[in-house]
């Protein structure tokens, strides 16, 4: 059972519009949520990440919108450029979840010039 | 420079030979990982080490095994490789739960 699950797929979008990637889990005891971008032939790499004792987190371009009764977040990625093209991953971990970071299966995001 | 390091990058092997990778990192954090990317199944998590010689199965740990007896070094083993652990396979480090972990570079296995 899927328990972090991104959509879409894949998204294309061209520069400086707003892409939004979707994220939705079943267990109510996650609250970190960290997103992480993959560029290829790398590791992925921590961009942002929520606490869900807030329902906004913001760095710059990137932004999570997060709705803990829905069970679902979302990242922002607002005047996109083509160097955001990557795969992003939404993950979940618990307090005491010894460490585990449960990722969902990835968003690739693709930004046409 | 905070880093993790994989070895080799890139390995081919033979169905039913010995498979070791190994993995680095230079930041003394106490918590490492193991896990595979396919495409499509994200990132899954093979074995978590808390710290030397305290290891914990993931949620695919079947055909694997670790060692870690340097707090800075992880190794991941496959005995007898299959052809269905062809991957892409990821280490990363930790210094605990909502921190940041880093990850290295990849080690994109393939089984003959």
């Known amino acids: 059972q899927q328990q972090v699950r991104q959509s879409p797929q894949s998204l294309t979008v061209w520069e400086g519009e707003t892409a939004i990637l979707n994220c939705s889990y079943e267990?109510?005891?996650?609250?970190?949520f960290p997103w992480y971008q993959q560029f290829p032939g790398e590791g992925p790499a921590l961009l942002i990440s929520?606490?869900?004792?807030?329902d906004k987190k913001e760095d710059g371009r990137f932004t999570i919108f997060f709705n803990k009764r829905e069970k679902k977040l979302s990242l922002h990625i607002t005047d996109s450029q083509p160097g955001d093209s990557a795969t992003y991953f939404c993950?979940?971990?618990?307090?005491?979840?010894?460490?585990?970071?449960?990722f969902g299966q990835g968003t690739v995001l693709s930004v046409i010039p | 420079d905070m880093k993790v390091t994989q070895m080799p990058r890139y390995l081919i092997k033979r169905m039913g030979e010995n498979v070791l990778l190994e993995c680095g990192q230079d930041?003394?954090?106490?918590?490492m990982y193991w896990y595979r990317q396919d495409p499509g199944l994200g990132l899954q998590l093979i074995y978590i080490?808390?710290?030397?010689?305290?290891?914990s199965e993931g949620d695919i740990p079947k055909g694997y095994r670790v060692s870690r007896k340097k707090r800075e070094h992880f190794s991941l083993i496959l005995d007898s490789a299959k052809t269905n652990q062809t991957s892409v396979y990821f280490c990363?480090?930790?210094?605990?739960?909502?921190?940041?972990?880093?990850f290295g570079p990849g080690t994109r296995l393939t089984v003959l």
């Open positions: 930041m003394s954090h106490e918590t």
């Open positions: 993950a979940a971990s618990t307090t005491g979840g010894n460490n585990k970071l449960t």
């Open positions: 267990d109510s005891t996650f609250n970190y």
């Open positions: 929520i606490r869900s004792v807030s």
């Open positions: 990363a480090s930790s210094p605990g739960t909502y921190y940041e972990q880093y």
């Open positions: 080490s808390y710290d030397v010689d305290s290891n």
